[in-house]
């Protein structure tokens, strides 16, 4: 049931969004669906109803601008381009998520022109976006609150206001933290059941019942066992997120441990040329396709253009080929972390004996135990 509008809404009130993304266009969408007036601008052109070509053309046919920008320099350089055309009548709402410092910088930069300055990061997926039940981690002056508040109510199920203006980011950092670790974590655990011989479904189950199990598990775990990396939130965006809490955690002297593990998996993806692929694609490291039944020993030829493919695909062999050239405490390495590599879509007796092993895993481990890591 959709909420009630509030007794405040702006009639005939023009909205302006900045950034079409995977967010922004939705929300544009869904506003246009509730009645509102919409503009739109985009660094890249795109073919949607009010287009304008420019920021300062969009402040000036638009009191309330909306920006949905990707990161810390996109939204100051919005800020700074839009300062031109700002007046007192304008109240601008950042939903990126920054560095808390960004954040601030382009408050002082649109509250110099006079205009209201919302911090609005928020929580939700495109198809929270698309429905207008995102929730709203907002900071700022009550004032300025109370006159984006009914904006605010249009596309959004929750508004939860946190404080000044850089506290709210702060707030989505550390969900986010949250978010992708859990994904993390149920990665790694959906490789150990299939490495036991369990279907993975059992995990989803056992987990519904079990009090960590969360709406991001809930969402995620069913589209990573179809092997669905669809983007909803991308890889490249999550690592974003969790390297300004790697930053503000380096300011103060922190040891985020988990978020460090976190991070370097989604390192990893971006690496294999998945950044634009949903998050929950750090399951790609575990993944595993058996060899298809018509599978015939490459020629010689064909074995240089093999080793040159992407690091993403797993390279499968005996146990003998890929350890008998190892001294015996590196090829003891390369046993034990086999069983980790293994996660197939079902666990069948036609299943190679032996799990693949990643090169660019193998030189890790080595790199690990040359320096004394475990």
């Given at each position: 049931?959709?909420?009630?509008?509030?007794t405040?809404?702006?009639?005939?009130?023009?909205?302006?969004?900045?950034?079409?993304?995977?967010?922004?266009?939705?929300?544009?969408?869904?506003?246009?669906?509730?009645?509102?007036?919409?503009?739109?601008?985009?660094?890249?052109?795109?073919?949607?109803?009010?287009?304008?070509g420019?920021?300062?053309?969009?402040?000036?046919?638009?009191?309330?601008?909306?920006?949905?920008?990707?990161?810390?320099?996109?939204?100051?350089?919005?800020?700074?381009?839009?300062?031109?055309?700002?007046?007192?009548?304008?109240?601008?709402?950042?939903?990126?998520?920054?560095?808390?410092?960004?954040?601030?910088a382009?408050?002082?930069?649109?509250?110099?022109?006079?205009?209201?300055?919302?911090?609005?990061?928020?929580?939700?997926?495109?198809?929270?976006?698309?429905?207008?039940?995102?929730?709203?981690?907002?900071?700022?002056?009550?004032?300025?609150?109370?006159?984006?508040?009914?904006?605010?109510?249009?596309?959004?199920?929750?508004?939860?206001?946190?404080?000044?203006?850089?506290?709210?980011?702060?707030?989505?950092?550390?969900?986010?933290?949250?978010?992708?670790?859990?994904?993390?974590?149920?990665?790694?655990?959906?490789?150990?059941?299939?490495?036991?011989?369990?279907?993975?479904?059992k995990?989803?189950?056992?987990?519904?019942?079990?009090?960590?199990?969360?709406?991001?598990?809930?969402?995620?775990?069913?589209?990573?066992?179809?092997?669905?990396?669809?983007?909803?939130?991308?890889?490249?965006?999550?690592?974003?997120?969790?390297?300004?809490?790697?930053?503000?955690?380096?300011?103060?002297?922190?040891?985020?441990?988990?978020?460090?593990?976190?991070?370097?998996?989604?390192?990893?993806?971006?690496?294999?040329?998945?950044?634009?692929?949903?998050?929950s694609?750090?399951?790609?490291?575990?993944?595993?396709?058996?060899t298809?039944?018509?599978?015939?020993?490459?020629?010689?030829?064909?074995?240089?253009?093999?080793?040159?493919?992407?690091?993403d695909?797993?390279?499968?062999?005996?146990?003998?080929?890929?350890?008998?050239?190892?001294?015996?405490?590196e090829?003891?390495?390369?046993?034990?972390?086999?069983?980790?590599?293994?996660?197939?879509?079902?666990?069948?007796?036609?299943?190679?004996?032996?799990?693949?092993?990643?090169?660019?895993?193998?030189?890790?481990?080595?790199?690990?135990?040359?320096?004394?890591?475990?």
């Amino acid at each position: 049931m959709e909420r009630p509008a509030s007794t405040s809404q702006p009639k005939h009130t023009n909205i302006g969004v900045v950034g079409l993304g995977i967010i922004g266009r939705r929300i544009a969408a869904h506003l246009r669906r509730k009645g509102f007036p919409v503009y739109v601008w985009n660094r890249s052109p795109h073919p949607v109803p009010n287009f304008v070509g420019s920021l300062g053309e969009l402040a000036e046919l638009c009191n309330y601008i909306q920006i949905f920008v990707s990161d810390d320099n996109a939204l100051l350089q919005t800020a700074e381009q839009l300062t031109e055309k700002l007046t007192p009548r304008h109240v601008v709402l950042a939903h990126s998520t920054v560095a808390p410092d960004s954040m601030r910088a382009a408050a002082e930069i649109v509250e110099r022109r006079g205009a209201r300055f919302v911090e609005a990061t928020f929580t939700g997926s495109k198809g929270a976006a698309e429905k207008g039940e995102l929730i709203y981690y907002v900071g700022g002056t009550e004032e300025a609150l109370r006159e984006a508040r009914p904006i605010l109510e249009a596309s959004s199920k929750e508004i939860v206001h946190i404080g000044a203006v850089g506290q709210a980011t702060a707030i989505k950092i550390a969900t986010n933290m949250v978010t992708a670790a859990s994904v993390e974590a149920a990665a790694e655990a959906l490789a150990l059941i299939q490495a036991q011989g369990l279907p993975p479904e059992k995990f989803v189950e056992a987990m519904r019942a079990n009090a960590s199990y969360s709406g991001t598990l809930a969402m995620k775990l069913p589209k990573m066992l179809d092997r669905d990396f669809q983007p909803h939130f991308s890889v490249k965006h999550m690592l974003k997120d969790v390297e300004i809490a790697s930053q503000i955690a380096l300011s103060h002297f922190l040891d985020l441990r988990v978020t460090a593990a976190a991070r370097d998996q989604l390192v990893e993806q971006t690496q294999w040329g998945h950044g634009e692929d949903d998050y929950s694609s750090v399951l790609r490291k575990y993944l595993y396709e058996p060899t298809p039944a018509s599978y015939e020993e490459p020629q010689p030829e064909e074995r240089h253009e093999q080793a040159s493919s992407d690091a993403d695909e797993p390279i499968t062999h005996s146990a003998k080929p890929e350890t008998q050239n190892l001294a015996p405490q590196e090829a003891s390495i390369v046993g034990s972390q086999k069983s980790l590599l293994i996660l197939s879509g079902a666990v069948s007796a036609a299943a190679p004996a032996t799990p693949p092993v990643r090169r660019g895993l193998l030189k890790q481990l080595l790199s690990r135990f040359s320096s004394g890591q475990e």
